[in-house]
């Protein structure tokens, strides 16, 4: 048994974001996103309803309160702010998340804003191309402009884009659904590019604009062991991490790419069209902090061409050939494994890297639950997860690691962008399906409990031979 202590000023929260919980998709003035117009599944929920946060966020803050969190993630949706991407400011809009940072601060919890998580402007798809074009840039620094000058006096911890690396391939998110293959291919690092130009831009316009503000970038570290201690093997799992992991932040921090991975796309005729002007906004604008997102860790093993079509397209390379972690447990919707060492080990590599303070988050554990007669979800999975995940960022914080905070996902159960209501993450149950909204209650399951008791005491006990997540 394990005591697991944590500093007095450790930032315990959760997460959640806009187009998956707040539902009101084309409520007082919203317009259009990308993850709304996206093609849903049949069977699956859509954004138009979500966990309806958006007629109970004054019930969910009162959770968040009664939880004990010292700091909420949250998003804010760039339609409800400017329902075009870009023209007249929605004032509705403006007013609602006004609401949402007043009752935090009531509470004494720390807002942490995502400015920019997956939903992208339709009508700047329609327009400009979204992401393939410049012009997109500019709507972008124009909507931060807007949210440090409104919400700066309040809100002072910013998040400038969740997971690029998701949003560069995902035609869901990016909304760009009329390329061929070979044109989608190098359309995705053209996407990219631009990205990381208007976060240099939010950096600046931050630090100019709010007080005493933060900002820095959100990416979902891929860490990434070799397959097997065949060197070639060794390689490709160094390729695969720079890859899918460094070369989004070393664009955040450094401004460039890494020197391996740029040759590489140039040598693929993939690398996007930059102007010279850019490499001063890419080298003066800096974060404040890295927050990241940790799941699990990956296996990469030499590429060889043998098929690979059941990964996600970013898994694709001919650099590496990922597969699952053979010595690490898996559940129903944990495909790639469980590896709670992996996050500090994931830690210490960023903070080697980059010298930067860390966040983490997203960590979380998904099932599939349903309320039990007694109206009770008795998840002890998601406790053993959390726990022995904890438990790492109390040692990396011991090994020197200056961690900031940890932020559970999720908060509520929230619409999964593939496997809808089925795939839960929450720590509080909302009381739908894909195909029944029911009376969208909340419920607070048992990890709610936990988690509240571990913030109250600032510590925990931890069995870290009993592994309660896992499935075998």
Not at 63 to 88: C, D, H, N, Q
Not at 97 to 114: F, G, H, K, R, S
Not at 227 to 240: F, G, H, K, Q, R
Not at 267 to 275: D, F, G, I
Request: one cysteine or more; hydrophobic letters at 35%.
């Amino acid at each position: 048994m394990t005591n697991v202590k944590f500093p007095t000023d450790f930032l315990w929260g959760v997460s959640s974001s806009a187009f998956q919980i707040e539902g009101a998709s084309t409520e007082d003035g919203k317009g259009l996103s990308t993850v709304d117009t996206r093609k849903v599944k049949e069977g699956i929920a859509d954004t138009a309803i979500a966990s309806d946060h958006y007629h109970h966020w004054k019930e969910d803050i009162s959770l968040l309160a009664e939880m004990g969190v010292k700091t909420y993630r949250f998003s804010i949706s760039w339609t409800r702010i400017f329902p075009s991407g870009e023209g007249e400011v929605n004032q509705k809009g403006l007013q609602f998340y006004d609401n949402l940072i007043d009752e935090l601060l009531a509470y004494n919890i720390e807002p942490l804003v995502t400015m920019y998580h997956f939903d992208l402007p339709q009508n700047l798809v329609d327009k400009y191309q979204g992401w393939l074009s410049r012009e997109t840039i500019d709507c972008y620094e124009k909507y931060a402009e807007v949210l440090f000058t409104h919400y700066g006096d309040r809100v002072k911890n910013w998040i400038s884009i969740n997971e690029e690396l998701m949003v560069m391939y995902s035609q869901d998110f990016n909304g760009i659904r009329n390329l061929d293959e070979k044109q989608y291919k190098k359309a995705v690092f053209q996407m990219m590019y631009h990205m990381s130009l208007a976060e240099k831009k939010a950096f600046k316009l931050c630090h100019e604009l709010v007080t005493d503000g933060k900002i820095g970038p959100a990416n979902a570290f891929q860490n990434i062991y070799p397959a097997t201690s065949d060197p070639l093997d060794v390689e490709a799992a160094m390729n695969a991490e720079e890859f899918l992991s460094y070369m989004l932040l070393d664009l955040s921090v450094k401004g460039k790419f890494p020197e391996n991975t740029l040759r590489y796309l140039q040598k693929e005729n993939l690398a996007p069209e930059t102007l010279p002007e850019d490499e001063e906004i890419l080298k003066n604008n800096k974060p404040d902090y890295i927050c990241f997102n940790y799941y699990a860790s990956l296996c990469a093993e030499v590429y060889t061409g043998l098929a690979d079509d059941h990964m996600p397209p970013f898994f694709r390379s001919n650099m590496y050939r990922i597969v699952p972690n053979q010595t690490k447990s898996l559940s129903e919707w944990m495909v790639f494994g469980i590896d709670p060492v992996g996050m500090r080990i994931s830690m210490r590599k960023l903070y080697n890297r980059y010298e930067l303070p860390l966040m983490i988050t997203e960590n979380g554990y998904a099932d599939s639950e349903e309320l039990s007669d007694t109206f009770e979800i008795n998840d002890e999975k998601r406790i053993g997860y959390l726990q022995l995940h904890l438990l790492e960022c109390s040692k990396a914080i011991d090994e020197g690691i200056p961690l900031l905070g940890y932020s559970a996902w999720s908060f509520l159960d929230s619409l999964s962008g593939r496997e809808g209501f089925s795939k839960r993450y929450g720590l509080v149950y909302v009381n739908r399906t894909d195909d029944d909204t029911k009376d969208l209650k909340r419920y607070k399951k048992k990890s709610f409990y936990w988690y509240q008791n571990a913030i109250k005491q600032n510590e925990f006990i931890v069995d870290e031979g009993k592994k309660n997540y896992d499935n075998k």
